[in-house]
């Protein structure tokens, strides 16, 4: 397994744990609104983060092959996050546009955390 493929399964064994926190946190909490939004932008941001996995491996692919390389899908990506906003403006009592936000940022903030994880643990050996 080439090391992007680390990377992703271990980033997406954290995000789910902490989907599993926030349904946790809608069902028994009062914060129904907070956990909803942070489920629905924690979804998009995990779906992003796997398109991008996909992305780059073809990227590399073609790249390593001679071929014409194509885009890494940024607009998909942002209208991923949009639909989200979407869903938050047509529906303002279940979603906030402010924890969607939190949610749609987890990935990268996962993707920090871990980095100084593996960087300290490689320091350790």
Do not use: C
Request: glycine share 8%.
């Amino acid at each position: 397994m080439n090391e992007l493929q680390q990377h992703w399964r271990r980033h997406k064994s954290y995000i789910l744990y902490l989907l599993s926190i926030y349904v946790l946190g809608w069902a028994f909490t009062p914060y129904e609104q907070a956990f909803s939004s942070l489920l629905l932008g924690t979804v998009i941001s995990l779906y992003n983060g796997w398109t991008m996995v996909r992305k780059v491996e073809r990227f590399g692919q073609a790249v390593a092959s001679g071929q014409k390389a194509r885009s890494l899908g940024m607009m998909s990506r942002m209208a991923a996050a949009a639909l989200a906003v979407f869903i938050a403006f047509r529906w303002p009592e279940q979603f906030s546009v402010g924890w969607i936000v939190l949610g749609l940022m987890t990935s990268y903030i996962v993707i920090i955390i871990d980095f100084f994880f593996q960087k300290t643990k490689g320091e350790e050996r």
